[in-house]
């Protein structure tokens, strides 16, 4: 009997282990991916389909890097942010942001204050500091860069030689990137989100 909830509690604690380190590395290889297109900076509005709808191919923004990364990994975020932000809208900056009364599957997921929400509300939060340590691979981040403008990269498993930091995905104006940056800019939030 012992040696079956020894068992059980080795059980529980390894499988969540288990489930984030692959989740991650989908995660982390799907955003590495990203980085071999060239896409144009672009956060126009267009209408797109629904579920699983994207913009053009050829464009993109930091939102675009972590919608592209998640989907390749299976999970759409337009639908799942669509679906949260119908029952809670009140809970988004959409109409305080961007004076919306409802929800609009084109656009919302391509927010990073609608992604913070999300992560927030669906994932993990996570201790903003100034340690390297604290930030694990999968993990996403937003910063805001001058000019008050959000923006939103996900941690990899590969570390800079120079600062020994995670190196990050995300496209800040020349197209998706990997770049020693996570400390360059103010980090407003560190969430960690598990499908």
Known sequence: MKNHI?????????????????TSAELIAAALERTKYKITY????????YPGGDVPLNI??????IIRSFRKSGVDLQKLVHEDMKSNFSQYPSK?????????????????????VFFIRNGQK?????????????????????????????VTDQYSENTGNPMIVHNIGGG????????????TGHYRYIP
């Open 6 to 22: 020894q068992f059980l509690i080795a059980l529980f604690f390894l499988y969540p282990a288990t489930v984030i380190a692959s």
């Open 42 to 49: 672009d956060g126009s509005y267009h209408s797109i389909k």
């Open 60 to 65: 993109g923004v930091c939102t675009d890097v």
């Open 96 to 116: 305080k942001i961007w004076g919306l009364s409802r929800p609009d599957t084109n656009i919302d997921h391509r927010r990073v204050p609608n992604l913070q």
């Open 126 to 154: 996570l201790r903003v500091t100034n340690k390297a340590l604290d930030y694990s691979p999968g993990d996403i981040v937003t910063w805001m860069l001058p000019g008050n403008l959000p923006h939103i990269g996900i």
């Open 176 to 187: 998706p990137e990997l770049e020693d940056m996570l400390f360059m800019y103010q980090i």
